[in-house]
């Protein structure tokens, strides 16, 4: 697992911070600008990250909240590829629901 420089790290999180209050609000297109505005600060390979796995999570999530089953299914299968996600069982079911989605 590599670890993030603590700057870097604060940033992330509070980019993250005003997406979630954005998705809080049923505003699901600006928080993902947030979402992804913390994804472009990660090194690559952001995979490397478990903060990839966030931001990715956040990302799949919006898009789902969005009806963009298939956005949402790639961010959500990405996420899993992140460190320490495999298991987050958060992803699972919102990728399940998804697939269901997509039928």
């Given at each position: 697992?590599?670890?993030?420089?603590?700057?870097?790290?604060?940033?992330?999180?509070?980019?993250?911070?005003?997406?979630?209050?954005?998705?809080?609000?049923?505003?699901y297109r600006h928080a993902l600008r947030k979402f992804?505005?913390?994804?472009?600060?990660?090194?690559?390979?952001?995979?490397?990250y478990s903060e990839g796995g966030w931001v990715l999570?956040?990302?799949?999530?919006?898009?789902?909240?969005?009806?963009?089953?298939?956005?949402?299914?790639?961010?959500?299968?990405?996420?899993?590829?992140?460190?320490?996600?495999?298991?987050?069982?958060?992803?699972?079911?919102?990728?399940?629901?998804?697939?269901?989605?997509?039928?």
């Amino acid at each position: 697992m590599s670890e993030l420089d603590s700057g870097i790290r604060r940033e992330i999180q509070a980019l993250c911070a005003e997406g979630y209050a954005r998705y809080d609000a049923a505003d699901y297109r600006h928080a993902l600008r947030k979402f992804y505005q913390a994804w472009t600060l990660l090194p690559k390979p952001q995979t490397d990250y478990s903060e990839g796995g966030w931001v990715l999570t956040a990302i799949g999530d919006s898009y789902f909240r969005s009806a963009l089953y298939e956005q949402g299914k790639e961010a959500l299968v990405s996420a899993l590829h992140c460190e320490g996600m495999i298991d987050n069982p958060f992803i699972h079911l919102r990728l399940g629901q998804c697939l269901l989605e997509l039928g």
